[in-house]
Protein backbone atom coordinates (compact mmCIF):
# COMPACT_ATOMS: atom_id res chain seq x y z
CA UNK A 1 0.00 0.00 0.00
CA UNK A 2 2.88 2.53 1.09
CA UNK A 3 4.37 3.71 -2.02
CA UNK A 4 6.50 6.99 -2.71
CA UNK A 5 4.57 10.11 -4.03
CA UNK A 6 4.79 11.10 -7.50
CA UNK A 7 4.37 14.32 -9.69
CA UNK A 8 0.94 13.09 -11.22
CA UNK A 9 -0.25 12.31 -7.81
CA UNK A 10 0.51 15.94 -6.51
CA UNK A 11 -1.47 17.74 -9.83
CA UNK A 12 -4.36 15.29 -9.63
CA UNK A 13 -4.74 15.30 -5.39
CA UNK A 14 -4.50 19.45 -5.94
CA UNK A 15 -7.27 19.00 -8.96
CA UNK A 16 -9.78 17.95 -6.75
CA UNK A 17 -12.11 20.44 -5.95
CA UNK A 18 -12.63 19.92 -1.97
CA UNK A 19 -9.17 20.09 -1.78
CA UNK A 20 -8.90 23.24 -3.28
CA UNK A 21 -10.93 24.75 -0.77
CA UNK A 22 -8.82 23.19 1.90
CA UNK A 23 -5.99 24.59 0.74
CA UNK A 24 -7.44 28.17 0.75
CA UNK A 25 -8.51 27.35 4.01
CA UNK A 26 -4.84 26.46 5.23
CA UNK A 27 -3.71 29.90 2.44
CA UNK A 28 -4.22 32.37 5.68
CA UNK A 29 -2.72 30.05 8.08
CA UNK A 30 -2.24 26.76 10.09
CA UNK A 31 -5.39 25.21 11.52
CA UNK A 32 -7.04 22.34 13.17
CA UNK A 33 -8.92 19.59 11.47
CA UNK A 34 -11.90 20.77 13.76
CA UNK A 35 -11.94 24.48 11.39
CA UNK A 36 -11.93 22.72 8.55
CA UNK A 37 -14.94 20.83 9.27
CA UNK A 38 -16.62 23.92 10.25
CA UNK A 39 -15.69 26.32 7.24
CA UNK A 40 -16.12 23.01 4.92
CA UNK A 41 -19.11 21.63 5.85
CA UNK A 42 -17.55 18.05 5.31
CA UNK A 43 -17.80 15.32 7.46
CA UNK A 44 -14.62 14.94 9.97
CA UNK A 45 -13.23 11.59 8.48
CA UNK A 46 -13.96 13.22 4.46
CA UNK A 47 -11.64 16.43 5.55
CA UNK A 48 -9.11 13.98 7.67
CA UNK A 49 -9.33 11.69 3.93
CA UNK A 50 -8.56 14.94 1.81
CA UNK A 51 -5.66 16.00 4.34
CA UNK A 52 -4.14 12.44 4.42
CA UNK A 53 -4.22 12.97 -0.10
CA UNK A 54 -2.91 16.51 0.68
CA UNK A 55 0.16 14.98 2.89
CA UNK A 56 1.09 12.41 1.02
CA UNK A 57 2.21 14.74 -1.89
CA UNK A 58 3.74 17.05 -0.09
CA UNK A 59 1.02 19.96 -0.34
CA UNK A 60 0.33 20.19 3.41
CA UNK A 61 2.33 20.29 6.64
CA UNK A 62 0.94 18.61 9.70
CA UNK A 63 2.93 19.65 13.72
CA UNK A 64 1.53 18.97 16.93
CA UNK A 65 0.49 21.32 19.13
CA UNK A 66 -0.15 19.75 22.55
CA UNK A 67 -2.79 17.52 22.08
CA UNK A 68 -4.34 19.48 18.62
CA UNK A 69 -2.69 18.73 14.82
CA UNK A 70 -2.28 22.13 12.62
CA UNK A 71 -1.81 21.70 9.46
CA UNK A 72 -0.52 24.19 7.21
CA UNK A 73 0.07 24.48 3.35
CA UNK A 74 3.45 23.73 2.12
CA UNK A 75 3.92 27.04 0.11
CA UNK A 76 6.68 26.38 -2.17
CA UNK A 77 5.74 23.00 -3.27
CA UNK A 78 2.37 23.96 -3.79
CA UNK A 79 2.51 27.18 -5.53
CA UNK A 80 3.39 25.87 -8.96
CA UNK A 81 0.84 22.93 -9.01
CA UNK A 82 -1.77 25.73 -7.95
CA UNK A 83 -0.60 28.02 -10.92
CA UNK A 84 -0.79 24.80 -13.15
CA UNK A 85 -4.40 24.51 -13.04
CA UNK A 86 -5.23 27.77 -11.86
CA UNK A 87 -3.84 29.63 -15.31
CA UNK A 88 -5.99 26.85 -17.19
CA UNK A 89 -8.55 27.51 -15.77
CA UNK A 90 -8.18 31.15 -16.15
CA UNK A 91 -7.95 30.76 -19.95
CA UNK A 92 -11.66 28.98 -19.56
CA UNK A 93 -12.78 31.52 -17.26
CA UNK A 94 -12.18 34.59 -19.68
CA UNK A 95 -13.79 32.56 -22.54
CA UNK A 96 -16.89 31.94 -21.15
CA UNK A 97 -16.95 35.42 -19.23
CA UNK A 98 -16.93 37.09 -23.14
CA UNK A 99 -19.92 34.10 -23.75
CA UNK A 100 -21.61 35.87 -21.41
CA UNK A 101 -21.60 38.99 -22.80
CA UNK A 102 -22.94 37.11 -26.01
CA UNK A 103 -25.68 35.65 -24.22
CA UNK A 104 -26.58 38.74 -23.21
CA UNK A 105 -26.64 40.69 -26.40
CA UNK A 106 -28.63 37.64 -27.92
CA UNK A 107 -31.09 37.65 -25.45
CA UNK A 108 -31.63 41.89 -26.35
CA UNK A 109 -32.04 40.86 -30.31
CA UNK A 110 -34.68 38.29 -29.19
CA UNK A 111 -36.38 40.67 -27.38
CA UNK A 112 -36.02 43.42 -30.16
CA UNK A 113 -37.52 40.83 -32.35
CA UNK A 114 -40.44 40.10 -30.75
CA UNK A 115 -41.41 43.89 -30.12
CA UNK A 116 -41.41 44.28 -34.34
CA UNK B 1 -15.16 28.61 -1.38
CA UNK B 2 -14.29 32.12 -3.26
CA UNK B 3 -15.30 30.56 -6.85
CA UNK B 4 -18.81 31.97 -7.78
CA UNK B 5 -21.24 30.06 -10.04
CA UNK B 6 -19.78 32.22 -12.68
CA UNK B 7 -16.13 31.20 -12.61
CA UNK B 8 -15.14 27.97 -14.80
CA UNK B 9 -13.97 24.89 -12.36
CA UNK B 10 -11.23 22.37 -13.84
CA UNK B 11 -10.75 18.98 -12.24
CA UNK B 12 -8.86 16.14 -13.24
CA UNK B 13 -10.94 12.98 -13.01
CA UNK B 14 -8.84 10.65 -14.39
CA UNK B 15 -4.96 10.63 -15.87
CA UNK B 16 -6.32 11.17 -18.84
CA UNK B 17 -9.43 13.28 -18.78
CA UNK B 18 -9.59 17.61 -18.13
CA UNK B 19 -13.12 18.51 -16.73
CA UNK B 20 -14.57 21.96 -17.24
CA UNK B 21 -18.01 23.19 -15.81
CA UNK B 22 -19.26 26.47 -16.14
CA UNK B 23 -22.86 27.82 -15.26
CA UNK B 24 -24.75 30.32 -17.93
CA UNK B 25 -27.38 32.51 -16.80
CA UNK B 26 -29.24 32.27 -19.84
CA UNK B 27 -31.60 29.24 -21.90
CA UNK B 28 -30.05 26.21 -22.90
CA UNK B 29 -31.36 27.37 -26.94
CA UNK B 30 -28.87 30.19 -25.99
CA UNK B 31 -26.21 28.67 -24.92
CA UNK B 32 -25.95 26.10 -27.69
CA UNK B 33 -26.54 28.61 -30.04
CA UNK B 34 -23.64 30.85 -29.04
CA UNK B 35 -21.62 27.41 -29.07
CA UNK B 36 -22.40 26.43 -32.52
CA UNK B 37 -22.50 29.31 -34.89
CA UNK B 38 -19.91 30.77 -36.21
CA UNK B 39 -20.54 34.71 -35.75
CA UNK B 40 -21.09 34.04 -32.22
CA UNK B 41 -18.11 31.90 -31.46
CA UNK B 42 -15.45 34.44 -33.03
CA UNK B 43 -17.15 36.56 -30.34
CA UNK B 44 -15.80 34.88 -27.36
CA UNK B 45 -14.10 31.89 -28.27
CA UNK B 46 -10.95 34.38 -28.18
CA UNK B 47 -10.40 34.18 -24.71
CA UNK B 48 -9.59 38.23 -24.47
CA UNK B 49 -6.27 36.79 -25.74
CA UNK B 50 -6.39 38.11 -29.20
CA UNK B 51 -8.92 38.43 -32.34
CA UNK B 52 -10.66 35.10 -33.97
CA UNK B 53 -9.33 34.63 -37.61
CA UNK B 54 -10.93 31.53 -38.26
CA UNK B 55 -14.17 29.78 -37.00
CA UNK B 56 -15.61 27.65 -39.74
CA UNK B 57 -18.13 25.17 -38.48
CA UNK B 58 -19.70 22.11 -40.87
CA UNK B 59 -22.21 21.03 -37.44
CA UNK B 60 -22.68 17.65 -38.82
CA UNK B 61 -21.69 14.32 -37.85
CA UNK B 62 -18.43 13.89 -40.50
CA UNK B 63 -18.28 17.56 -40.78
CA UNK B 64 -14.93 19.42 -39.74
CA UNK B 65 -14.56 22.67 -37.65
CA UNK B 66 -11.56 24.31 -37.44
CA UNK B 67 -11.07 27.81 -35.38
CA UNK B 68 -7.90 30.07 -35.47
CA UNK B 69 -7.12 32.92 -33.17
CA UNK B 70 -3.98 35.57 -33.35
CA UNK B 71 -2.67 37.10 -30.41
CA UNK B 72 -1.67 41.12 -30.12
CA UNK B 73 2.12 39.89 -30.76
CA UNK B 74 1.48 37.95 -34.41
CA UNK B 75 1.53 34.49 -32.78
CA UNK B 76 -1.34 32.01 -34.82
CA UNK B 77 -2.95 29.88 -32.46
CA UNK B 78 -4.86 27.14 -34.54
CA UNK B 79 -7.32 23.92 -33.83
CA UNK B 80 -9.58 21.81 -35.74
CA UNK B 81 -11.47 18.61 -35.74
CA UNK B 82 -14.23 16.62 -36.58
CA UNK B 83 -18.07 16.38 -35.44
CA UNK B 84 -18.40 13.04 -33.90
CA UNK B 85 -21.82 13.35 -32.41
CA UNK B 86 -24.27 16.20 -32.62
CA UNK B 87 -27.50 16.17 -30.82
CA UNK B 88 -29.11 19.53 -30.60
CA UNK B 89 -29.18 21.51 -28.01
CA UNK B 90 -27.93 18.60 -25.87
CA UNK B 91 -24.75 17.25 -26.79
CA UNK B 92 -21.70 18.03 -29.26
CA UNK B 93 -18.59 15.06 -29.74
CA UNK B 94 -16.01 16.75 -31.15
CA UNK B 95 -11.97 15.80 -32.01
CA UNK B 96 -9.58 17.91 -31.55
CA UNK B 97 -5.71 18.82 -32.81
CA UNK B 98 -3.92 21.23 -31.95
CA UNK B 99 -2.16 22.69 -35.11
CA UNK B 100 1.07 23.95 -32.93
CA UNK B 101 2.44 20.56 -31.71
CA UNK B 102 6.00 20.07 -31.25
CA UNK B 103 8.05 17.93 -33.72
CA UNK B 104 7.76 14.23 -32.75
CA UNK B 105 4.33 14.75 -31.52
CA UNK B 106 1.85 12.64 -34.02
CA UNK B 107 -1.80 13.97 -34.39
CA UNK B 108 -2.86 10.41 -32.83
CA UNK B 109 -1.32 10.94 -29.58
CA UNK B 110 -2.21 14.54 -29.39
CA UNK B 111 -6.12 14.27 -30.60
CA UNK B 112 -8.51 14.43 -27.87
CA UNK B 113 -12.03 13.62 -27.78
CA UNK B 114 -14.42 16.75 -26.41
CA UNK B 115 -17.35 16.18 -24.95
CA UNK B 116 -20.09 19.32 -25.11
CA UNK B 117 -23.11 19.05 -22.98
CA UNK B 118 -25.75 21.44 -21.88
CA UNK B 119 -28.24 20.80 -19.58
CA UNK B 120 -30.89 23.40 -18.11
CA UNK B 121 -32.34 24.34 -14.77
CA UNK B 122 -34.63 27.08 -14.00
CA UNK B 123 -33.61 28.99 -16.69
CA UNK B 124 -29.84 28.69 -16.15
CA UNK B 125 -27.51 26.49 -18.11
CA UNK B 126 -24.81 24.32 -17.10
CA UNK B 127 -22.16 23.69 -19.96
CA UNK B 128 -20.20 20.68 -19.07
CA UNK B 129 -16.85 20.19 -21.14
CA UNK B 130 -14.91 16.97 -20.81
CA UNK B 131 -11.66 16.86 -22.81
CA UNK B 132 -10.25 13.41 -22.78
CA UNK B 133 -6.83 12.81 -24.23
CA UNK B 134 -4.98 9.93 -25.40
CA UNK B 135 -2.60 9.50 -22.57
CA UNK B 136 -1.80 11.64 -19.47
CA UNK B 137 1.10 12.62 -20.71
CA UNK B 138 -1.03 15.08 -23.51
CA UNK B 139 -3.68 15.77 -20.92
CA UNK B 140 -0.87 17.23 -18.50
CA UNK B 141 0.80 19.39 -21.78
CA UNK B 142 -2.79 20.45 -22.43
CA UNK B 143 -3.24 21.83 -18.73
CA UNK B 144 0.01 23.60 -19.12
CA UNK B 145 -0.79 25.31 -22.35
CA UNK B 146 -2.30 27.96 -19.61
CA UNK B 147 0.91 28.36 -17.83
CA UNK B 148 3.33 31.06 -18.32
CA UNK B 149 6.58 29.12 -16.78
CA UNK B 150 5.98 26.37 -18.23
CA UNK B 151 4.82 22.61 -16.46
CA UNK B 152 8.97 21.47 -16.37
CA UNK B 153 9.96 23.95 -14.38
CA UNK B 154 6.94 23.20 -12.07
CA UNK B 155 7.32 19.49 -11.94
CA UNK B 156 10.38 19.84 -11.42
CA UNK B 157 10.14 22.14 -8.00
CA UNK B 158 7.89 19.68 -7.16
CA UNK B 159 9.89 16.76 -7.71
CA UNK B 160 12.42 18.16 -5.66
CA UNK B 161 10.11 18.94 -2.65
CA UNK B 162 8.62 15.63 -2.84
CA UNK B 163 12.00 13.75 -2.89
CA UNK B 164 12.91 15.80 0.03
CA UNK B 165 9.86 14.35 2.13
CA UNK B 166 11.60 10.69 2.01
Known amino acids: MARAATTA ?35 QPQVSKHLRVLREVGAVDVRDEGRRRLYSVNGPALRPIHDWVKAYEQTWSERFDALDEVLVQLEQEEEDDDRE | ?55 DIDLRVGGAWRYAMVTPDGVEVAFHGEYLEVVPEERVVTSEIYEGLPE ?63
Do not use: Y
Not at chain 1, 20 to 33: F, H, K, T
Not at chain 2, 127 to 148: H, Q, Y
Open chain 1, 9 to 43: DAFNAVAEPRRRQILDLLASGERPVNDLVLLTGLA
Open chain 2, 1 to 55: MTVSSHTATVTLPTDEQILIVREFDARKRLVWKAFTTPELVRRWWHAKRGEVTVC
Open chain 2, 104 to 166: GVSDADAATVNTATFTEADGRTTLTLLIEAANKVSRDAIVASGMEDGLQDALDLLEATAGSLD
